[in-house]
Structure formats: structure tokens, C-alpha cells
């Protein structure tokens, strides 16, 4: 491949993943975190409608999830996330309540709720532990270690604690982290000769780079991510951790109209259409014509 593609840019993991044509390699993904060394969980997963909100691009405190609901009825997300914006363990546990409790329709049953499962892929490190780079947490008894249900499932994968240990890939998990690690071509390709579904991924990958409009929003995004990641960065050497949280709000208030303007004027040139570009951009077609 021309480009050297950053695999946990979210928008591509979304395009990746995240679309009907590509279920195989979401399944393949998912039933390796949820079994990585049993028998598959899921044989079908369906995947919510979400639009994709045009802020999100340029957004540098947003999350682009996956939502969809297996064939056994259980409930998934799925998000990435580039930084450590802290209090994620209060967060994630908010967003999953959310989707637990919004199962149940008026006259319907406890019994009807169904398991929950949220997949987070961190490029940092958060938990303690240095060699468990994927961990999993549910509602136990502290004694005794009895499990209440299997209706909370929450998984962290942590990309920089699989790197760091340097191993051989033994399951089918360890060759999704390989791949989400931007690991080198050559092992990649080693990786995709055992996996059929990281082989589609791959092929999924360079139909994203033949579309000059995904390629754009693609570089949007990474922009925006690494800006978040250089704010944060910034703040820790400076000691300025107000000021530039501060700041950040003030940037996206500032810079949202503007960054606005440069998508639209860019799609433009690709000639895209009006409605497209609305899409894209949240502006009017009465706005869009305006930056003829």
C-alpha cells in the first residue's frame, strides 16, 4: 500500500468494521475477544443505524462507536480511543447503563434485558496489570468469585501492553491486535495468510484508500486526533491542565465553522453532491453554494 494507515484512527476502524458488507470481519473480531480460545459466541450480528455526524471529523474529544446486536440477542459497542482522557471506567460504565436500560420498551420484563457487552480498544495503558492486555469485567460475589449474570460485560484491549510485549501471535486475538498494531507489511501478510477475515479487512482497506472522499475524511480525522493528543501532551509538560481544557473548548467553538468550510470547499472540488456534502459538513446547501 501507498499510505502507511493508522489502524485505530476511528473513522477507518467505523469503515473498516462497521459496515454491512464487512460483517464477516467484525464477527471475527468480536468472537475473538468474546471466546479467543473457544468455540464462537456469534454467528450473525446486525448493525444500528447510526449516521455519522458530521462534528465528529474534526472533533477532537469525540468517539466514532459500533453499535449492533448479535444473533443471540446480546447488545455491543464498540469504541477506540487514541488518549486517555481519564475517568473512562465511570464513562464506560455510564454508556453501558445507558444501552442496558434503554432495551426495555413500556410493559416489557426484566427478563427480557440482555447481555451488554462493550469492547474498548485503548492505544494507552489504564489498567495495573503490565502483562494482561486484555481484561474483562462483569458482576462478581467478592468472596466467593460467583458471577451474578453475564448481562454486564465490559473488555479493554490495550494496544501498547500487547506491543511492548513483543510475542508471537498464539490466537486469534493476538493477530487482531497485530493488525490494529500497525504491525510492518511483511508480518502482516503472514498474519492474513492464517486469518481469511484480516485478508478481507486488508482488501477492505485499500478500497477506502481508492475513494478520494474517504481519504479526505480519513486525514480530517487523524488531524484532529493527533491535535487532541498534542493538547494533552502540552498540558502535562506545562502543568496548564485548566487553561488548556480552556482552551480546547474555545478552539472547537472558534474553529468548528471554519473547519466546516474547508470540507465543503474541498468535497466541491471532488464534485461530489449537494446532499453529500451536507452530510459531511452539517451546512446548507444555501451556505455550500456561497463558498463558490
Do not use: C
Request: proline residues 3%; charged residues 30%; aromatic residues 8%.
Amino acid at each position: 500500500m501507498e499510505w502507511n494507515l493508522n489502524r485505530i484512527n476511528d473513522y477507518l476502524f467505523k469503515w473498516v468494521f462497521g459496515r454491512p458488507e464487512n460483517k464477516e470481519i467484525l464477527l471475527s473480531f468480536l468472537n475473538s475477544v468474546l471466546s479467543p480460545n473457544g468455540q464462537d459466541e456469534l454467528a450473525d450480528i446486525a448493525l444500528a443505524e447510526r449516521e455519522l455526524d458530521p462534528e465528529h471529523i474534526h472533533d477532537k474529544l469525540s468517539r466514532l462507536d459500533i453499535l449492533g446486536k448479535g444473533n443471540d440477542g446480546s447488545i455491543i459497542n464498540i469504541e477506540v480511543q487514541i488518549a486517555n482522557q481519564y475517568d473512562i471506567d465511570k464513562r464506560t460504565l455510564y454508556y453501558w447503563a445507558k444501552l442496558y436500560q434503554g432495551q426495555l420498551q413500556k410493559g416489557q420484563r426484566y427478563k427480557d434485558l440482555s447481555r451488554t457487552i462493550t469492547v474498548n480498544v485503548l492505544n494507552f495503558e489504564f489498567l495495573p496489570d503490565s502483562q494482561r492486555y486484555h481484561s474483562m469485567f462483569s458482576l462478581y460475589e467478592v468472596h466467593s468469585g460467583y458471577r451474578l449474570n453475564r448481562d454486564l460485560e465490559i473488555h479493554f484491549l490495550e494496544l501498547s501492553k500487547w506491543k511492548a510485549l513483543s510475542v508471537k501471535p498464539k490466537t486469534r486475538l493476538d493477530k487482531w491486535l497485530m493488525y490494529l498494531s500497525n504491525t510492518n507489511p511483511q508480518e502482516m501478510e503472514e498474519i492474513a495468510m492464517s486469518e481469511p477475515a484480516i485478508r478481507k479487512a486488508l482488501t477492505a482497506e485499500e478500497i477506502f484508500l481508492k475513494q478520494d472522499k474517504e481519504r479526505y475524511l480519513y486525514e480530517m480525522r487523524e488531524k484532529a486526533l493527533l491535535d487532541h493528543v498534542s493538547a494533552i501532551e502540552g498540558a502535562k509538560e506545562e502543568g496548564v491542565a485548566e487553561g488548556i481544557a480552556k482552551g480546547i473548548a474555545k478552539g472547537i467553538a472558534e474553529g468548528k465553522a471554519q473547519a466546516n468550510h474547508e470540507i465543503a470547499l474541498k468535497l466541491l472540488e471532488m464534485k461530489l453532491p449537494l446532499s453529500d456534502i451536507v452530510k459531511a459538513t452539517g451546512l446548507t446547501e444555501e451556505e455550500i453554494r456561497k463558498l463558490h
